[in-house]
């Protein structure tokens, strides 16, 4: 069987040197290692809400608590479209949306609300956290 000159290099210095394969090996492991370390996931907790119009001002009524921050992704569908927001607390479960688009929810429809809780590296996220929530 003919072998062309790039099959029998490799076969000569990297399938039969050690140095070279347990260098590929450690090469392998700094790169993955580096890129999930700085490559970064958000954790982000999904809030139950209900969107009002009134008066050409947006506001959202949360069911059960209202986040701390003052900024997420407004949604009825994730598959479909997901917008980011800025709002403003009211009271102890209401906001005012602060934007200049006009959004395509109608008065009393049931949204979702995701809240960025903090910002993780993939490599915690796959080994210490484990993926779950």
């Known amino acids: 069987m003919q072998q062309n000159k790039f099959d029998r290099y490799y076969t000569k210095y990297v399938v039969k040197s050690p140095l070279v394969f347990g260098g590929f090996i450690i090469i392998g492991f700094f790169l993955f290692f580096w890129l999930t370390l700085t490559n970064k996931a958000y954790i982000m907790k999904t809030y139950n809400a209900r969107f009002h119009v009134s008066n050409g001002k947006y506001t959202i009524e949360f069911i059960e608590q209202m986040p701390l921050a003052s ?41 979702k609300i995701d809240i960025i809780e903090r910002e993780v590296s993939l ?11």
């Open 123 to 133: 490599l915690y996220l796959i080994f210490i956290k484990g993926g779950g929530t």
């Open 71 to 111: 900024s997420g992704y407004i949604y009825v569908d994730r598959n479909e479209a997901m917008i980011p927001i800025d709002y403003v607390p009211l009271s102890f479960n209401k906001a005012e949306v602060i934007s200049d688009k006009m959004l395509p929810f109608s008065d009393g429809t049931e949204i």
